[in-house]
């Protein structure tokens, strides 16, 4: 029934208005006490094999919603209730920003995948920690705050934007993710580099604490597909020696590897971040090489083309403890999570591993 409902309706509609006109619904749907308790007894059924240990945290499943649906935390619940068991929100930034300008969100309905220069549109850390303050939850969902940095915040400044977000909002954030591989923000992803992201997680850490003195936050970094080999040993080797607690790869690609000839010639051309099936080789490459190099010392999580059980299952098996998606969920509705969960533990009992945690890099292990 989706499919019929995006290609009647969604696949006429701009992209990013069939995004806020999907997720109102969602959202309408669950601010109904008796509606919301349905859907979610159909849509977020719960596997005891997926039940997982992360960051500290108890999760019923490794698999989450990826950072940029929820931009300004409004439909948490409403994610929850469709079976997403994390939803990460944002990115936020320091102060509120209204993004590039508009059109900025791009199908390639042919590659399952989506091209984005949203540029953090958010309503920034203040609005967000305040919303985040006055909510009641109406599901135990683990809750991801992923923060960046203001665009109009010059680059030797940054620091500071993202200190002050991790200060307001690491007090709601079961755990906190500092994003520097967005392409839609100038410079933002030059801050991966080792010298300018040791002191940027450094005093994020320190502002989580300060933030939150009674907890110690998890505290993670997302990293681009882009980055060079020996960059991500670099980053990986950083996250080990700062005790971060994990790192989410990937993010979107500058890259146009992978696209079909079918695909929208003119969407193709677009600037911005591609995501879907055509990242799933890339992301999937990156998170082995962290696996290899950090092993179980740092928890990993695994987004960029998840769109089916079996590449999560192939996540869990480079290396990912945690699994995320987004891009496909646009093209498989509201049913997408409960599928993935289902042939997820479906997966994990015709392997031969005992525990999902016992598959975690267990391809990796045995190549190494
Ligand atoms: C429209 C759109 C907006 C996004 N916004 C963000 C964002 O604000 N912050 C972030 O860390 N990632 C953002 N992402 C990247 C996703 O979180 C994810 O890393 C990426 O899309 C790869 O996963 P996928 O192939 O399952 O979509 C965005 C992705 C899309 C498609």
């Known amino acids: 029934m989706y499919k019929i409902l995006f290609t009647l309706l969604f696949r006429r509609m701009d992209p990013e208005q069939a995004h806020h006109l999907a997720f109102g619904w969602i959202r309408r749907v669950a601010r109904v006490p008796v509606l919301r308790t349905l859907v979610a007894a159909v849509l977020a059924p719960r596997h005891t094999e997926l039940r997982t240990e992360a960051l500290g945290l108890r999760l019923h499943s490794p698999f989450g919603l990826a950072a940029g649906f929820d931009k300004n935390a409004v439909g948490i619940d409403g994610m929850a209730m469709l079976g997403f068991d994390h939803v990460e929100i944002g990115t936020v930034t320091g102060e509120p920003q209204p993004g590039n300008p508009k059109k900025r969100l791009f199908r390639l309905v042919a590659d399952r995948a989506l091209i984005n220069r949203m540029g953090f549109n958010n309503d920034g850390s203040l609005a967000v920690a305040?919303?985040?303050?006055?909510?009641?939850?109406?599901?135990?969902?683990v809750v991801g705050v992923n923060i960046g940095k203001t665009k109009a915040v010059p680059e030797d400044e940054a620091v500071a934007d993202y200190v002050k977000s991790a200060e307001r909002l690491a007090p709601y954030?079961?755990?906190?993710?500092?994003?520097?591989?967005?392409?839609?923000?100038?410079?933002?992803?030059?801050?991966?580099a080792v010298d300018h992201l040791r002191?940027?997680?450094t005093a994020v850490r320190e502002a989580a604490d300060r933030g939150v003195p009674a907890r110690r936050v998890p505290l993670l970094v997302k990293i681009a597909p882009d980055l060079a080999d020996e960059d991500i040993d670099a980053v990986a080797d950083l996250a080990v020696e700062l005790g971060l607690d994990g790192i989410i790869a990937t993010n979107t690609t500058i890259a146009r590897a992978g696209l079909g000839l079918t695909s929208d010639p003119a969407a193709v051309k677009e600037t911005g971040g591609l995501s879907g099936a055509p990242l799933k080789a890339r992301s999937l490459e990156v998170l082995r090489r962290l696996y290899a190099r950090v092993g179980d010392r740092i928890t990993l999580v695994g987004v960029g083309g998840v769109e089916n059980a079996e590449d999560a299952w192939q996540r869990v098996l480079a290396g990912a403890t945690l699994v995320q998606g987004y891009s496909a969920f646009v093209y498989e509705g509201p049913f997408w999570a409960r599928a993935m969960h289902k042939g997820l533990a479906a997966r994990l009992r015709t392997s031969p591993y005992a525990t999902l945690a016992d598959a975690v890099g267990a391809d990796v292990r045995t190549t190494v």
Do not use: H, K, M
């Open 130 to 141: 305040a919303r985040l303050a006055s909510r009641t939850p109406a599901f135990r969902t």
């Open 173 to 192: 954030a079961d755990y906190l993710v500092v994003n520097v591989s967005s392409p839609n923000t100038p410079g933002l992803r030059d801050l991966q």
């Open 199 to 201: 002191p940027l997680l």
